[in-house]
C-alpha cells in the first residue's frame, strides 16, 4: 500500500475566511468548493508526512500544522501586512529551518517554514 495524500481537516462555519489566508497570502489555489468543504492546495509533488510532537521545539507550543515555503521571509510579509496574528518568529532554529507562527482565520496555529543552508 502506498499513502497517496495526508489531508488536514479544520472545523468552521466560515468557509468563505479561508481565502484571505490560505489562498491569499499562501498561493495555494482553491481545487475543491462543493459549498460545504472548501479545499486549497498545489498540483505540485509535495512530500507526504504526518507529525506526532510533545511541543513545537525551542519550547513553543505544538503548531497544529506546518507548511514549507521556499522564502519565510517573503511568507512572513506577507501575513503581517494581511494583518494576521504572529506568535513567534521569524527565526534561524539549532536545527536547520527559518520559522515563524502565525493563527489563521480560525484560530489555528500554523508553522510556516523553509530550510536553510
Known sequence: MI??????NIHSEALSQAKSFYQDVLELDL?????????????QAMQVQISI????GSGTL???LSIE???????YTRTKEAGFQIEYGP???P???RRFF???PFGKLVNILAHHE
Not at 481545487?31 to 498540483?43: R, V
Not at 510532537?53 to 513545537?56: C, D, F, R, W
Open 3 to 8: 499513502v497517496k495524500r495526508i489531508v488536514t
Open 91 to 93: 527565526v534561524n532554529e
Open 53 to 56: 510532537a510533545s511541543q513545537g
Open 31 to 43: 481545487l475543491m468548493d462543493h459549498g460545504w468543504i472548501t479545499t486549497y492546495g498545489s498540483n
Open 102 to 104: 502565525v493563527r489563521d
Open 69 to 75: 515555503v521556499d522564502d519565510v521571509d517573503v511568507a
Open 62 to 64: 505544538t503548531p497544529d
Open 95 to 97: 536545527w536547520g529551518v
